[in-house]
T-cell receptor, first 114, second 110 residues
Framework: NAGVTQTPKFRVLKTGQSMTLLCAQD?????MYWYRQDPGMGLRLIHY???????AKGEVPDGYNVSRLKKQNFLLGLESAAPSQTSVYFC?????????????FGDGTRLSIL | TQLLEQSPQFLSIQEGENLTVYCNSS?????LQWYRQEPGEGPVLLVT?????EVKKLKRLTFQFGDARKDSSLHITAAQPGDTGLYLC??????????FGAGTTVTVRA
C-alpha cells in the first residue's frame, strides 16, 4: 500500500534550471496539495487541486506551476529555479469533503538550488 | 504571518516527564488537527477535534480544543523517546485548505 509517493527524493539544481516534481497517490483521493517546509515556518501551501484538470493558488504560488492531468498525479514545476526555492517539498492528498478529513503526506523532496 | 501560533518552538525533556504544547489563533476554526512528523518523513495525522471544549485521548496523548475553537493543546504524560518529533497543528474551515502552525520540536531524552 504505497499511499503518496514523491519523486525524486533529493535534487540539486543550479540557479535558472527547471525541473518537475512528481506526486502520485493510489488512494483515489480527489484533493491534492503541494507544500514547502522551511525551518521555523511550518508547512506553506503552494498550489492545490480539487479534481482532475483543476488547480488553484495557495499561500506562496510565485515561481511555481502545477498540473493535474490525471486524478492520481499532481506535478509541481519550477521554470527558473532560484536559491529562495531551496526547501523541502511535500505533497499531500485527501478525500473530498470537509476540511476535517485527514491529509496523507509523502516523504518529501529535498531540493537545493545553488 | 502564521494564522496559528505554536509554543514553545522547542522542548527538551527527560523520559518520564510530562509536557504540553500549545496552538493559538485569533481566528475561529471549524476543526483542528494535530500531526507528528519524524525526520525524513511526512507528517502523520494524530487526531482531529471539531467541537469546542472537546477532549480526545490517544494512549498517553491528550488533545483539547478550546471552547471558542481558537486554540488547542497537546499534553503528553510520561513522555518516551518514541514521542520525539515535530508536532504540527492545523486549522480548517470547511473549505479545501488547512492552515498549519510552525510546529514544536519535542526531544525526549532517555
Amino acid at each position: 500500500n504505497a499511499g503518496v509517493t514523491q519523486t525524486p527524493k533529493f535534487r540539486v539544481l543550479k540557479t535558472g534550471q527547471s525541473m518537475t516534481l512528481l506526486c502520485a497517490q493510489d488512494m483515489n483521493h480527489e484533493y491534492m496539495y503541494w507544500y514547502r517546509q522551511d525551518p521555523g515556518m511550518g508547512l506553506r501551501l503552494i498550489h492545490y487541486s480539487v479534481g482532475e484538470g483543476t488547480t488553484a493558488k495557495g499561500e506562496v504560488p510565485d515561481g511555481y506551476n502545477v498540473s493535474r492531468l490525471k486524478k492520481q498525479n499532481f506535478l509541481l514545476g519550477l521554470e527558473s529555479a532560484a536559491p529562495s526555492q531551496t526547501s523541502v517539498y511535500f505533497c499531500a492528498s485527501r478525500l473530498r469533503g470537509m476540511s476535517n478529513q485527514p491529509q496523507h503526506f509523502g516523504d518529501g523532496t529535498r531540493l537545493s538550488i545553488l | 504571518t502564521q494564522l496559528l501560533e505554536q509554543s514553545p518552538q522547542f522542548l527538551s525533556i527527560q523520559e518520564g516527564e510530562n509536557l504540553t504544547v500549545y496552538c493559538n489563533s485569533s481566528s475561529v476554526f471549524s476543526s483542528l488537527q494535530w500531526y507528528r512528523q519524524e525526520p525524513g518523513e511526512g507528517p502523520v495525522l494524530l487526531v482531529t477535534v471539531v467541537t469546542g471544549g472537546e477532549v480526545k485521548k490517544l494512549k498517553r496523548l491528550t488533545f483539547q480544543f478550546g471552547d471558542a475553537r481558537k486554540d488547542s493543546s497537546l499534553h503528553i504524560t510520561a513522555a518516551q523517546p518514541g514521542d520525539t518529533g515535530l508536532y504540527l497543528c492545523a486549522g480548517g474551515n470547511n473549505d479545501y485548505k488547512l492552515s498549519f502552525g510552525a510546529g514544536t520540536t519535542v526531544t525526549v531524552r532517555a
